[in-house]
T-cell receptor, first 117, second 112 residues
């Protein structure tokens, strides 16, 4: 069974540009979450999508946005990039199935490492 | 939000035992996860505790005390491959499954 796939793995942008990152969850997983990981702040929750709807949102500015498609694939977009947006962006999917014991385990992708110059 | 505390770094020798503590605020708490993250890799799930007590999985055990807002991850018979960052994460009652609040992580260094 394929894991969570994120593209691109590495990218370099300059301040003011925008970037779109893609995430394909594990087949059958409908929940997709996005996290930002930096050495100073650790893993910070960005947002979560479930069945194409944003179900939860972290404390990030409106420049950070996302969406989920009908096949559960998700994208996140960061507009007007700032130097501080340099980070590893991790996508995670989880299985939610009523009636099935749910450990709540998140399956993470390898991440997209964004460098803003 | 949560204030999750765990030590920054711990060093231990191969074959030894290391205990990584994690404290959190109890209000709204629903469950606690431990993840392992090797450098340059994705975090991987180790354990999930929702009830008080000890959960054992091979060389790894996790303990939870809900009333004290305290958990620990116990790594036994340490191996070099256990050198990694260990992340404590809290799941709140008000949140959906995909949202976890992570501690900063504890870097465990295993020496020969």
């Amino acid at each position: 069974k394929a894991g969570v796939t994120q593209t691109p793995r590495y990218l370099i942008k300059t301040r003011g540009q925008q970037v779109t990152l893609s995430c394909s969850p594990i087949s059958g997983h409908r929940s997709v979450s996005w996290y930002q990981q930096t050495p100073g702040q650790g893993l910070q929750f960005l947002f979560e999508y479930f069945s194409e709807t944003q179900r939860n949102k972290g404390n990030f500015p409106g420049r950070f946005s996302g969406r989920q498609f009908s096949n559960s694939r998700s994208e996140m977009n960061v507009s007007t990039l700032e130097l501080g947006d340099s980070a590893l962006y991790l996508c995670a999917s989880s299985l939610e199935n009523s009636g099935t014991p749910n450990t709540g385990e998140l399956f993470f992708g390898e991440g997209s490492r964004l460098t803003v110059l | 939000g949560q204030n999750i505390d765990q030590p920054t770094e711990m060093t231990a020798t191969e074959g030894a035992i290391v205990q990584i503590n994690c404290t959190y605020q109890t209000s709204g708490f629903n469950g606690l996860f431990w993840y392992q993250q090797h450098a340059g890799e994705a975090p991987t799930f180790l354990s999930y505790n929702v009830l008080d007590g000890l959960e054992e999985k091979g060389r790894f055990s996790s303990f939870l005390s809900r009333s004290k807002g305290y958990s620990y991850l116990l790594l036994k018979e340490l191996q070099m491959k256990d050198s990694a960052s260990y992340l404590c994460a809290v799941f709140m009652t008000t949140d959906s499954w995909g949202k976890l609040q992570f501690g900063a992580g504890t870097q465990v260094v295993v020496t020969p």
